[in-house]
């Protein structure tokens, strides 16, 4: 079954300093793979996506995220985090079939950054 | 619109009421979803429509659950007899989705309280 793992519920991180959030993926087929964000009382928000091609794949505000296949994993990383990147970071997979494109999110990751 | 939109932002009901969700899609998306997001649960997929039709209902928790969707936009989703553990947030999404993977634009969503 399609599933997606966030290892880290929550991260710390001092203003500036670089970050990186786990995601690994279970999937039979070629993986369609998402970063969402979401802000206190907001809905999500695209960050960044993975269809096809090159593997390091660039997003808004200063995302990005590396597909590795042999490792099943498509980490997000910002070398150098933002105040106002303090949210719930949600990495998904695209469930593709000729019926659907559900998306089946992980348990999300939520971000506090100290100034 | 410019996006996706909700209504009402939060609802309070008591157990055993109706319920009814309003999502207004982004224009001339063809595919609309709806999630629900709950602490025990996390986000979770409920339904897809690809116009007014739904391929893909295998999300939705119980028969006390239904959603439609009318002239290829509007999309209601209705709770029967509401149950506490209904209490969520019930987000939509909507995509130009015909065939394969596609972006999903989400909406801020309805928070539900059922007491």
């Known amino acids: 079954a399609q599933s997606v793992t966030q290892p880290d519920i929550h991260i710390t991180v001092s203003e500036g300093a670089s970050l990186e959030l786990r995601c690994n993926y279970s999937?039979?087929?070629?993986?369609?793979l998402f970063w969402y964000v979401q802000s206190p009382g907001q809905g999500l928000q695209l960050l960044l996506k993975?269809?096809?091609?090159?593997?390091l794949v660039q997003g808004i505000k200063g995302f990005e995220a590396e597909f590795k296949r042999s490792q099943s994993s498509f980490n997000l990383r910002k070398p150098s985090v933002h105040w106002s990147d303090a949210a719930e970071y949600f990495c998904?997979?695209?469930?593709?079939?000729?019926?659907?494109?559900?998306?089946?999110f992980g348990t999300g990751t939520r971000l506090q950054v100290f100034p | 619109g410019a996006g996706v939109s909700q209504s009402p932002s939060n609802k309070v009901t008591e157990k055993g009421k109706d319920v009814e969700l309003r999502c207004d899609p982004i224009?001339?998306?063809?595919?609309l979803y709806w999630y629900r997001q709950s602490l025990g649960q996390g986000l979770e997929f409920l339904i897809y429509?690809?116009?007014?039709?739904?391929?893909?209902k295998s999300g939705l928790p119980s028969d006390r659950f239904s959603a439609e969707r009318t002239g290829g936009s509007v999309s209601t989703l209705t709770i029967q007899r509401t149950q506490q553990e209904d209490s969520a947030v019930y987000l939509c999404?909507?995509?130009?989705?015909?065939?394969?993977?596609?972006?999903?634009?989400f909406g801020p969503g309805t928070r539900l309280t059922v007491t």
């Open positions: 999937y039979g087929a070629t993986p369609y």
């Open positions: 429509f690809q116009g007014n039709s739904a391929p893909d």
């Open positions: 999404a909507s995509s130009s989705r015909l065939a394969g993977v596609s972006e999903q634009y």
């Open positions: 993975y269809f096809s091609g090159d593997t």
């Open positions: 224009s001339g998306h063809t595919a």
């Open positions: 998904a997979v695209g469930a593709v079939l000729h019926n659907t494109d559900k998306l089946i």
